[in-house]
Protein backbone atom coordinates (compact mmCIF):
# COMPACT_ATOMS: atom_id res chain seq x y z
CA UNK A 1 0.00 0.00 0.00
CA UNK A 2 1.39 3.46 -0.91
CA UNK A 3 0.93 6.55 1.25
CA UNK A 4 1.73 8.51 -2.01
CA UNK A 5 4.77 9.99 -0.90
CA UNK A 6 8.11 9.48 -2.78
CA UNK A 7 9.38 6.04 -2.02
CA UNK A 8 13.23 6.08 -1.72
CA UNK A 9 15.06 4.29 -4.82
CA UNK A 10 17.77 1.72 -4.54
CA UNK A 11 21.10 3.22 -2.53
CA UNK A 12 23.42 4.13 -4.93
CA UNK A 13 26.74 1.94 -4.45
CA UNK A 14 30.45 3.94 -4.77
CA UNK A 15 30.33 7.85 -6.14
CA UNK A 16 30.37 9.60 -9.11
CA UNK A 17 33.84 10.13 -10.91
CA UNK A 18 32.91 13.60 -12.52
CA UNK A 19 34.13 15.53 -9.49
CA UNK A 20 37.05 13.63 -9.31
CA UNK A 21 37.96 13.59 -12.34
CA UNK A 22 37.11 17.76 -12.61
CA UNK A 23 39.76 18.29 -9.05
CA UNK A 24 42.85 15.59 -10.37
CA UNK A 25 42.56 17.60 -13.80
CA UNK A 26 43.22 20.76 -11.80
CA UNK A 27 46.04 19.77 -9.58
CA UNK A 28 47.83 18.24 -12.87
CA UNK A 29 47.34 21.12 -14.52
CA UNK A 30 48.71 23.74 -11.37
CA UNK A 31 51.77 21.07 -10.58
CA UNK A 32 52.39 21.33 -14.54
CA UNK A 33 52.55 25.18 -14.77
CA UNK A 34 54.62 25.33 -11.49
CA UNK A 35 57.55 23.75 -13.22
CA UNK A 36 58.25 26.95 -15.65
CA UNK A 37 58.68 29.11 -12.24
CA UNK A 38 61.77 27.34 -11.43
CA UNK A 39 63.78 28.61 -14.19
CA UNK A 40 65.42 31.65 -13.67
CA UNK A 41 67.93 33.54 -14.44
CA UNK A 42 71.30 34.60 -12.23
CA UNK A 43 71.27 38.41 -10.82
CA UNK A 44 74.48 39.09 -13.18
CA UNK A 45 73.13 36.82 -16.75
CA UNK A 46 72.72 40.61 -17.99
CA UNK A 47 76.54 40.27 -18.50
CA UNK A 48 77.00 37.21 -20.48
CA UNK A 49 73.27 36.32 -21.53
CA UNK A 50 73.83 33.48 -24.00
CA UNK A 51 76.31 31.63 -21.42
CA UNK A 52 74.24 32.18 -18.75
CA UNK A 53 70.88 30.24 -21.04
CA UNK A 54 73.37 27.77 -21.81
CA UNK A 55 74.50 27.40 -18.24
CA UNK A 56 70.66 26.22 -17.41
CA UNK A 57 71.08 23.40 -18.83
CA UNK A 58 70.79 21.21 -16.19
CA UNK A 59 67.14 23.00 -15.52
CA UNK A 60 65.48 22.79 -18.64
CA UNK A 61 66.82 18.75 -18.26
CA UNK A 62 64.86 18.52 -15.29
CA UNK A 63 61.90 20.54 -16.33
CA UNK A 64 61.50 18.90 -19.37
CA UNK A 65 61.67 15.30 -17.56
CA UNK A 66 58.93 16.70 -14.75
CA UNK A 67 56.33 17.88 -17.84
CA UNK A 68 56.27 14.83 -19.63
CA UNK A 69 56.17 12.80 -16.56
CA UNK A 70 53.06 14.51 -15.30
CA UNK A 71 51.84 14.97 -18.86
CA UNK A 72 52.61 10.91 -18.63
CA UNK A 73 51.08 10.28 -15.55
CA UNK A 74 47.90 12.47 -16.45
CA UNK A 75 47.32 10.55 -19.74
CA UNK A 76 47.28 6.98 -17.47
CA UNK A 77 45.03 8.99 -15.30
CA UNK A 78 43.01 10.04 -18.00
CA UNK A 79 42.90 6.14 -18.92
CA UNK A 80 41.55 4.76 -15.59
CA UNK A 81 39.40 7.46 -15.22
CA UNK A 82 37.93 6.30 -18.94
CA UNK A 83 36.86 2.79 -17.64
CA UNK A 84 35.58 4.13 -14.52
CA UNK A 85 31.57 3.57 -13.69
CA UNK A 86 32.39 4.70 -10.16
CA UNK A 87 34.58 5.10 -7.27
CA UNK A 88 34.54 4.55 -3.62
CA UNK A 89 36.04 6.67 -0.60
CA UNK A 90 39.64 4.21 -0.66
CA UNK A 91 40.20 5.00 -4.29
CA UNK A 92 39.53 8.88 -4.20
CA UNK A 93 42.13 8.69 -0.89
CA UNK A 94 44.13 6.32 -3.39
CA UNK A 95 43.99 9.56 -6.04
CA UNK A 96 44.57 11.45 -3.10
CA UNK A 97 48.10 10.31 -2.44
CA UNK A 98 48.86 10.11 -6.05
CA UNK A 99 47.98 13.57 -6.57
CA UNK A 100 49.82 14.97 -3.39
CA UNK A 101 53.03 13.13 -5.20
CA UNK A 102 52.36 15.41 -8.63
CA UNK A 103 51.83 18.13 -6.78
CA UNK A 104 54.94 17.87 -4.93
CA UNK A 105 57.12 17.03 -7.93
CA UNK A 106 58.35 20.50 -8.68
CA UNK A 107 60.69 20.28 -5.62
CA UNK A 108 62.67 17.57 -6.46
CA UNK A 109 62.57 18.96 -9.76
CA UNK A 110 64.45 22.05 -8.27
CA UNK A 111 66.49 20.58 -6.16
CA UNK A 112 68.44 18.28 -8.64
CA UNK A 113 68.54 21.32 -11.16
CA UNK A 114 70.19 23.39 -8.40
CA UNK A 115 72.60 20.87 -7.15
CA UNK A 116 73.19 18.88 -10.66
CA UNK A 117 77.09 20.69 -10.34
CA UNK A 118 77.66 19.47 -6.93
CA UNK A 119 79.36 15.97 -6.76
CA UNK A 120 78.74 15.41 -3.64
CA UNK A 121 75.27 16.66 -3.37
CA UNK A 122 74.09 15.63 -7.09
CA UNK A 123 73.50 12.14 -6.50
CA UNK A 124 71.60 12.61 -3.66
CA UNK A 125 68.97 14.75 -5.36
CA UNK A 126 68.98 12.56 -8.24
CA UNK A 127 68.35 9.59 -6.31
CA UNK A 128 65.29 11.86 -4.88
CA UNK A 129 64.06 13.24 -7.76
CA UNK A 130 63.72 9.73 -8.89
CA UNK A 131 62.30 7.97 -5.72
CA UNK A 132 59.69 10.81 -6.25
CA UNK A 133 58.87 9.57 -9.91
CA UNK A 134 59.09 5.89 -9.08
CA UNK A 135 56.36 6.60 -6.55
CA UNK A 136 53.92 8.57 -8.85
CA UNK A 137 53.89 6.08 -10.79
CA UNK A 138 53.53 3.10 -8.26
CA UNK A 139 50.25 5.21 -7.06
CA UNK A 140 49.46 5.05 -10.64
CA UNK A 141 49.21 1.48 -11.19
CA UNK A 142 47.74 0.67 -7.19
CA UNK A 143 44.94 3.03 -8.31
CA UNK A 144 44.05 1.28 -11.41
CA UNK A 145 44.38 -2.33 -9.71
CA UNK A 146 42.44 -1.22 -6.65
CA UNK A 147 39.81 -0.12 -9.21
CA UNK A 148 39.85 -3.73 -10.99
CA UNK A 149 40.08 -5.46 -7.47
CA UNK A 150 37.03 -3.60 -6.34
CA UNK A 151 34.99 -3.85 -9.63
CA UNK A 152 34.48 -0.14 -9.66
CA UNK A 153 35.27 -0.23 -13.97
CA UNK A 154 32.47 -0.67 -16.52
CA UNK A 155 30.91 -3.72 -17.00
CA UNK A 156 32.01 -3.50 -20.91
CA UNK A 157 35.34 -3.36 -20.61
CA UNK A 158 36.15 -6.94 -21.56
CA UNK A 159 39.63 -8.24 -19.68
CA UNK A 160 41.78 -8.10 -22.71
CA UNK A 161 41.18 -4.11 -22.11
CA UNK A 162 42.05 -4.40 -19.06
CA UNK A 163 44.97 -6.09 -18.94
CA UNK A 164 46.43 -4.47 -21.93
CA UNK A 165 46.13 -1.42 -19.66
CA UNK A 166 47.44 -3.00 -16.78
CA UNK A 167 50.54 -4.18 -18.76
CA UNK A 168 50.90 -0.30 -20.42
CA UNK A 169 51.23 0.74 -16.58
CA UNK A 170 53.65 -1.51 -15.15
CA UNK A 171 56.92 -1.31 -17.07
CA UNK A 172 58.13 1.63 -15.49
CA UNK A 173 58.14 0.82 -12.41
CA UNK A 174 60.74 -1.37 -13.16
CA UNK A 175 62.49 1.21 -15.05
CA UNK A 176 62.74 3.74 -12.45
CA UNK A 177 64.52 1.04 -10.18
CA UNK A 178 67.30 0.60 -12.66
CA UNK A 179 67.70 4.27 -12.69
CA UNK A 180 67.68 5.11 -9.57
CA UNK A 181 70.47 2.61 -9.13
CA UNK A 182 71.98 4.27 -12.54
CA UNK A 183 71.40 7.42 -10.60
CA UNK A 184 74.36 6.73 -7.97
CA UNK A 185 76.59 6.69 -10.41
CA UNK A 186 75.74 9.13 -13.29
CA UNK A 187 73.39 11.46 -12.46
CA UNK A 188 72.29 12.65 -15.91
CA UNK A 189 71.69 9.61 -17.53
CA UNK A 190 69.38 8.46 -14.69
CA UNK A 191 67.37 11.98 -15.62
CA UNK A 192 67.54 10.90 -19.39
CA UNK A 193 66.54 7.76 -18.97
CA UNK A 194 63.36 9.24 -16.88
CA UNK A 195 62.94 11.30 -19.83
CA UNK A 196 62.46 8.05 -21.81
CA UNK A 197 60.20 6.65 -19.75
CA UNK A 198 57.52 9.07 -20.02
CA UNK A 199 58.03 9.11 -23.25
CA UNK A 200 57.24 5.22 -24.26
CA UNK A 201 54.20 6.17 -21.69
CA UNK A 202 53.22 9.29 -23.64
CA UNK A 203 53.38 7.61 -26.77
CA UNK A 204 50.05 5.92 -27.39
CA UNK A 205 49.57 2.34 -27.68
CA UNK A 206 47.75 1.71 -30.68
CA UNK A 207 45.55 -1.09 -29.87
CA UNK A 208 44.29 0.17 -26.32
CA UNK A 209 43.34 3.38 -27.88
CA UNK A 210 41.84 1.86 -30.37
CA UNK A 211 39.85 0.04 -27.69
CA UNK A 212 39.34 2.58 -25.54
CA UNK A 213 38.02 4.87 -28.97
CA UNK A 214 35.65 1.89 -30.03
CA UNK A 215 34.08 1.65 -26.47
CA UNK A 216 33.64 5.56 -26.49
CA UNK A 217 31.96 5.59 -29.47
CA UNK A 218 29.39 2.11 -28.54
CA UNK A 219 28.60 4.40 -25.04
CA UNK A 220 27.61 7.56 -27.36
CA UNK A 221 25.83 5.47 -29.87
CA UNK A 222 23.68 4.71 -26.78
Known sequence: MTTGEPQPGPMRRGLGTG???????????IAITLLVLDIA?????????????????????AYVASFSTIGATWLGHNAITEYLERVDPAFVRINLL????V???????????????NTTLERIAATFYGVTLLLASTLLLVLWRYAVR????????????????????TP?????????????????IAVIGYLAVAVYYIVPSRHL????????HRSRGT
Open 41 to 61: LPAHAAKHLLHSLGGLWPTYL
Open 209 to 216: TNRIRGRL
Open 19 to 29: RLEAFSDGVFA
Open 103 to 117: AFLPFPTKLFADYID
Open 172 to 188: GLVGYLVLIAAGLFDPI
Open 150 to 169: KQLVRPDADDEEIQLLTQRL
Open 98 to 101: LLLV
